[in-house]
């Protein structure tokens, strides 16, 4: 199979974001010493750029995207469907984390050509079904562990929809399928237990099907609700009319996709780190341009860093968390009980604020993290117990007794939220060295200067400036 490296003209995702920051071996993972007192202005959503990208490909005339992120994931994406003739264009923004971007989508989508998805889940999810309705061949492959990642819900939806699809069995990359220009389209069923981006994929994609699509869920469980809401609610942004008459099963007929231009909104989910920082360190974390309604799951913050003893509050658009006097400074974080099925994206940092937390905790309802970029559970055990914590896996989530943590080695697995989930646990116990900071670049190449940046704007001298500002 024929794939291409994964290359960028315009941008370098480990550029400025050398291995490590820039420090030869593991990025040390700086220790608080004061309470914080930062703002933050954080890059654009990756679920939603990413959305975007391909809506606006699939759209009835050009879209400007505002604001995007700017990321391997994204870049992965803008390679894929330029891949298939879509133009993507640099456009001067208004933003510091890079260009805006101005989508024409071709009269004809084409084949004959590979894809490269990194370890990027929107990337390998979204754009198969995507594929199928271009003219010729189209292969996918990705990093190692992205030929782990489950894809056999892909594979054969797009077989049960008529699509010829070439892979080995393994339901996993790599594979390649032969578009003909169309897809039927009508009633399918799959099962998305293992991920909701095979459903966010299809209803995208939907729209230009020549029977449009019933789709229905036929699994015992649905991870990441929010991710499908999210696709739903940028369809209807687009004019498309999406009914779900149960829960589980979506109707999209055939109708256009509506050019347009938005603001892409602050990443959520990588907002994070940061607001737990602020239960770590003490202090408050502020982040800027909070949206007032999103679909994005990191939303549910506000909820859960309260469970950890966290105050939130708004300030027009901006979101405070006030983490007190923080395990720093002494306060003991209560151990929690969680059902994060709906916001598995969030696990790797509450989870470390678990596992800082002085009472036990009982995180389920993430089996499908095993399918992320690593098996996050077995991740997320193996290194906090490394630092001598006491993390049992359960099937579908995590057990956490409450141990005094050491400095140590911490593996981020090539997954970005291994690797700031280190970091948060890195601001109370001193000596922790995650090995590939770098791998942040997924999602947030900018990580470790705002990790510092957030750092460097303590409450103990210098004012609360904003970092990142645009
Ligand atoms: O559609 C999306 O943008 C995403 C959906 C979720 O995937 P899963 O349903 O596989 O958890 C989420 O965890 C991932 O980070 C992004
Ligand atoms: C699961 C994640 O990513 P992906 O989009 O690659 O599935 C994630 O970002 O937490």
Redesign the pocket.
């Known amino acids: 199979m024929l794939i291409s490296k994964y290359s960028q003209p315009d941008f370098d995702p480990y550029g400025d974001n050398q291995r490590n920051a820039g420090e030869p071996g593991p990025w040390q993972a700086p220790v608080a010493t004061a309470p914080l007192a930062a703002r933050l202005q954080l890059p654009g959503s990756?679920?939603l750029t990413?959305r975007e990208l391909v809506l606006a490909a699939l759209a009835d005339g050009p879209s400007t995207l505002r604001r995007p992120l700017r990321s391997r994931d994204s870049e992965l994406m803008i390679e894929a469907l330029r891949a298939l003739g879509v133009s993507i264009e640099a456009v001067p923004g208004d933003g510091a984390y890079g260009p805006d971007r101005r989508i024409t989508p071709p009269e004809e989508l084409l084949g004959g050509t590979s894809i490269e998805c990194g370890l990027a889940?929107?990337v390998m999810r979204f754009m198969p079904p995507m594929a199928a309705l271009a003219l010729g061949p189209v292969a996918f492959d990705g990093d190692e562990y992205a030929r782990k990642r489950p894809m056999r819900a892909t594979i054969e939806s797009l077989r049960s929809l008529g699509v010829d699809v070439n892979d080995d069995g393994r339901g996993s990359l790599p594979f390649s399928l032969y578009g003909t220009g169309r897809v039927t389209g009508g009633e399918l069923e799959i099962d998305a237990s293992e991920?909701?981006?095979f459903v966010?994929a299809l209803l995208m994609v939907a729209p230009r099907f020549e029977e449009g699509l019933l789709l229905r869920h036929t699994g015992d469980r649905l991870?990441?609700m929010p991710?499908i809401e999210m696709t739903v609610e940028c369809l209807r942004a687009r004019g498309v009319t999406v009914e779900s008459p149960e829960p589980g099963v979506w109707k999209v007929a055939r109708q256009p996709i509506r050019a347009r231009d938005l603001t892409i909104e602050p990443d959520l989910s990588n907002a994070a780190p940061f607001l737990a920082a602020a239960l770590v360190a003490g202090g408050t974390v502020t982040i800027d341009d909070w949206p007032a309604t999103t679909t994005q799951v990191g939303a549910h913050l506000e909820e859960l860093l309260p469970r950890f003893g966290a105050s939130v509050t708004r300030h027009g658009d901006a979101l405070t968390v006030d983490g007190g006097d923080g395990v720093r400074g002494g306060a003991q974080l209560p151990g929690v009980e969680l059902d994060l099925s709906e916001g598995?994206?969030l696990a790797p940092a509450l989870v470390a604020l678990a596992a800082l937390a002085a009472g036990p905790s009982r995180i389920t309802g993430i089996g499908?993290l095993r399918g992320?970029e690593t098996d996050r559970l077995a991740a997320l055990a193996a290194e906090i117990n490394g630092l001598g914590g006491a993390v049992t896996e359960l099937e579908d989530g995590l057990e956490l007794q409450p141990r005094k943590l050491h400095g140590g080695p911490w593996k981020a697995y090539a997954d970005h939220r291994m690797a700031t989930s280190g970091s948060i646990i890195g601001l109370a116990v001193e000596g922790v060295a995650i090995d590939d900071i770098a791998t942040t670049s997924k999602t947030l190449p900018e990580f470790p200067e705002l990790w510092r940046g957030m750092l460097s704007h303590d409450g103990a001298g210098s004012d609360a400036a904003a970092i990142g500002s645009v």
């Open positions: 990756k679920s990413n889940g929107t991920s909701s981006q966010s991870p990441s991710h598995g994206e499908h992320h």
